[in-house]
């Protein structure tokens, strides 16, 4: 991990762990950003899938763990803390969801608490993973699933996927192109409702996903130059404030991803 300049520090920590097709025909990891690039539309953020996994199994772990030892006279911490997000979230969905779907409510607590993980990687120093990874003869390490586009990307299309689903089931296929082809100036200016009905459609999950992305990656971007910038004894005067203040930026997005995903939905079941 040599870094001969703060601008190779920099690059080498926003670069992915980069697995593709060479141009050559062979299959390989990525040893640059040039190579990266050049593997194209197919190459495969190794790093973004590891953590995006282990921390989705470690928030059904967990949930589990407090699901099967629940305690009604002695609840633990971790019970409690658990009961509390429960709570919020069931109260959010209650309050902004209009419709009858059950799959609301666990998949707001869902998002809510693995897009809260992910984002909460941003709090670890930003040389303690890649260092370990580069010990083990991995060269690159980005440990921030949100501060990938195309994770923050497929979460919201998975999202955009069910407002389309939910459309369609709840209003059925003519009431939902109606809806596109007829609202808001009426028969008269199709043409004119199509255009803006489809930009505000696809500008949904595009504002989802790159809200989350272009927060968390700004964050992760001035703890990589504090520590570019700033020698080691020196680092804790502003990256211990900054993630202090950070704490509290990881939690609104992943609360505000929630929310635009109970609010997008509810707008799926509601017909006009």
Excluded at 195 to 212: D, I, N, Q
Excluded at 230 to 235: E, I, S, T, Y
Aim: hydrophobic share 55%.
């Amino acid at each position: 991990m040599a870094a001969n300049t703060p601008g190779d520090y920099i690059r080498h920590h926003l670069q992915n762990l980069t697995y593709g097709r060479h141009p050559d025909g062979s299959w390989g990891f990525a040893h640059s950003a040039g190579e990266a690039a050049d593997m194209g539309f197919m190459a495969v953020h190794v790093d973004t899938l590891f953590w995006s996994v282990l921390l989705g199994g470690l928030f059904l772990w967990l949930f589990r763990r407090v699901a099967v030892s629940i305690s009604v006279d002695e609840p633990g911490r971790l019970q409690s803390c658990i009961e509390v997000i429960v709570e919020m979230v069931d109260n959010s969905v209650k309050e902004t969801f209009h419709g009858t779907n059950p799959l609301i409510a666990p998949l707001a607590l869902t998002l809510f608490v693995w897009v809260f993980l992910m984002n909460f990687m941003d709090l670890i120093p930003v040389d303690f993973i890649p260092h370990a990874s580069y010990l083990l003869g991995i060269e690159y390490m980005k440990v921030v699933p949100t501060t990938d586009v195309n994770a923050t990307f497929g979460l919201a299309f998975s999202v955009f996927f069910l407002m389309i689903y939910y459309s369609i089931k709840v209003k059925g296929v003519g009431g939902f192109f109606g809806e596109l082809a007829f609202h808001p100036f009426g028969k008269a200016l199709l043409p004119v409702n199509l255009v803006l009905e489809l930009v505000s459609l696809f500008a949904k999950p595009l504002s989802l996903s790159l809200r989350l992305f272009g927060n968390l990656f700004a964050g992760e971007l001035i703890f990589i130059l504090i520590a570019a910038l700033l020698p080691f004894w020196a680092q804790w005067t502003l990256s211990v404030p900054w993630a202090i203040f950070h704490i509290l930026v990881i939690t609104l997005q992943a609360y505000i991803f929630m929310m635009l995903t109970i609010v997008y939905l509810s707008m799926s079941h509601e017909t006009h």
